[in-house]
């Protein structure tokens, strides 16, 4: 089993940036990827970003050159920097992960909230 804490979520102004920080405890040994979504009221839950071992990452088109995902293997840990902070990237923010040979996020997070004010 794995947990993934989230921390760094609050209220910016927009044009402004935050850093949103995940830990995961427990098997991480198992995991493969690390990422993060997204959820607005009312709004279904969006994929942001994800880094797999070996260094890929890959963006959703909307976050694009504005956000950044970075890993620390040795902290077992996983970070989104949003720059250029827009009110439509008001949500609940969630780290994700999933398991080598899986094909779908097998742990989540407990969401940090992000509120970008005009």
């Known amino acids: 089993q794995v947990t993934l804490v989230e921390s760094g979520g609050g209220v910016v102004q927009a044009g402004g940036s935050l850093r949103l920080s995940c830990v995961a405890s427990?098997?991480?040994?198992?995991?493969?990827?690390m990422g993060w979504f997204r959820q607005a009221p009312g709004k279904e839950r969006e994929f942001v970003g994800t880094?797999?071992?070996?260094?890929?990452?890959n963006y959703a088109d909307y976050v694009k050159g504005r956000f950044t995902i970075s890993r620390d293997g040795a902290k077992d840990s996983v970070y989104l920097q949003m720059n250029s902070l827009e009110p439509e990237d008001t949500a609940v923010y969630y780290c994700?992960?999933?398991?080598?040979?899986?094909?779908?996020?097998?742990?989540w997070g407990q969401g940090t909230q992000v509120t970008v004010s005009s």
């Open positions: 880094s797999r071992k070996g260094g890929f990452t």
């Open positions: 427990g098997r991480t040994f198992e995991l493969y990827a």
């Open positions: 994700a992960a999933y398991k080598y040979g899986g094909g779908s996020y097998d742990y």
